[in-house]
Structures are given as C-alpha cells and as structure tokens.
T-cell receptor, first 114, second 115 residues
Framework: DTEVTQTPKHLVMGMTNKKSLKCEQHMGHRAMYWYKQKAKKPPELMFV???????INESVPSRFSPECPNSSLLNLHLHALQPEDSALYLC?????????????FGSGTRLTVV | AQSVTQPDIHITVSEGASLELRCNYS??????LFWYVQSPGQGLQLLLKYFSGDTLVQGIKGFEAEFKRSQSSFNLRKPSVHWSDAAEYFC?????????????FGQGTRLTINP
C-alpha cells in the first residue's frame, strides 16, 4: 500500500458544528502532517506529528485540534470554524529513518464552512 | 530561512512543445529538492526529488530536473508536453537529516496546454 487515504472527500459544515477529518496510511511512515491549501496558493503547514507525538504546531487556532491515535491514523477535529477556514485540507506522511524522502500526500478533503 | 521562488505564475505551451519550469531556492545547507504536481481538486503527487549525486534527476511522466548549485536552481523540464500535463506545479525544499521534514513550497506555476 503506497497511499495516503483521506475521508471524507468533501465536507460542508456550519459554524457551530463539530466534525473530524481522517487520514490513514499503511506505509510505515512515522511522520504525518496536516496542510491547509487555499485556492491558487501553495500548501501551508498546520501540524506535524513524529512518532505519534505533536512536534510542530504552526500557531494554528484552537478550533483545529489534531490527534494521532496510532502510527497509521491522523485526525483533525474541527469546531466552531469560520467561513475563511474553507479550503482543501491535505494530509501527508513521510519516512523518518533515512533522511528526507519527501511527502506522500492524500487527495485532500474539500471543506466548506457556511 | 529557507525559501523557494517560482518566478513564473502561469505558463502556456502548445502540445508537443518542450517545457521548462523554473525554481530557485535559498537554503543554508545541503538542500533536498522536490517537484510536485497537483491536478485541480487533487492532492500533490511527487514527480521527482534530488538529494545528492547526479545533478540530473529523472522522474515520473517523462519529467526531469537539473540541480545547479552555482545558480541555486532546480528547473523542471519535459521534452514534449501532453494535454494531460496541464496542472499546478510546486517546487519544494527540505532539510537534510532524519525525522519529520518541514518542506517549504514555492508559490506554484500553473501550466496550460494549447491543443
């Protein structure tokens, strides 16, 4: 398995809703990432998990809450989002044992906040 | 701080023509360099990567890139483009070493193919 799987592919939520994005990989990668991408912009790093521990939080608002239950799963819990949070949310993973091999990205979750 | 510049926001080429997308980086140590491609509404797919060794790197879909340390460049090339190559292309730089890697992406170059 050489993929990163993200669910759902599309999500519409109200500003008072609570929802979660899910990311899964079975490549044995021990680093996992959440990125946010607005239209016509590069991905912006949100969070990095290394060996299931949060290692980087790029000053993301607390309405985004990441979770790494095990080495294969990464969740992003969403609560009280704003319309400006509408974007493509990308999950990625990478190897950690032999240097930078680059990321494997999922296809993303298109989030619309109404 | 590391940075990546893609000077061309949008490039249009005819199908069958050659292609070169430019990428310049700023990095204090040995960089790890990547090119990714993104089709509309999709995630990013790794085209190729450079760590060390041969400065001409071959990737998927017929793409290649050349690392030129003296020019701090890592330009992407393809001898003959196909309509399916229309997409957004991102150059990225990352640190050497083990552990989680924080990649820095350029602003992207949108490629349009004329029939």
């Amino acid at each position: 398995d050489t993929e990163v799987t993200q669910t759902p592919k599309h999500l519409v939520m109200g500003m008072t809703n609570k929802k979660s994005l899910k990311c899964e990989q079975h490549m044995g990668h021990r680093a996992m990432y959440w990125y946010k991408q607005k239209a016509k912009k590069p991905p912006e790093l949100m969070f990095v998990y290394s060996y299931e521990k949060l290692s980087i939080n790029e000053s993301v608002p607390s309405r985004f809450s990441p979770e790494c239950p095990n080495s294969s799963l990464l969740n992003l819990h969403l609560h009280a989002l704003q319309p400006e949070d509408s974007a493509l949310y990308l999950c990625a993973s990478s190897q950690t044992d032999r240097g930078s091999y680059g990321y494997t990205f999922g296809s993303g979750t298109r989030l619309t906040v109404v | 701080a590391q940075s990546v510049t893609q000077p061309d926001i949008h490039i249009t080429v005819s199908e069958g023509a050659s292609l070169e997308l430019r990428c310049n980086y700023s990095y204090g140590a040995t960089p790890y360099l990547f090119w990714y491609v993104q089709s509309p509404g999709q995630g990013l797919q790794l085209l190729l990567k450079y760590f060390s060794g041969d400065t001409l790197v071959q990737g998927i879909k017929g793409f290649e890139a050349e690392f030129k340390r003296s020019q701090s460049s890592f330009n992407l090339r393809k001898p003959s483009v196909h309509w399916s190559d229309a997409a957004e292309y991102f150059c990225a730089v990352g640190p050497e070493g083990q552990g989680a890697q924080k990649l820095v992406f350029g602003q992207g170059t949108r490629l349009t193919i004329n029939p």
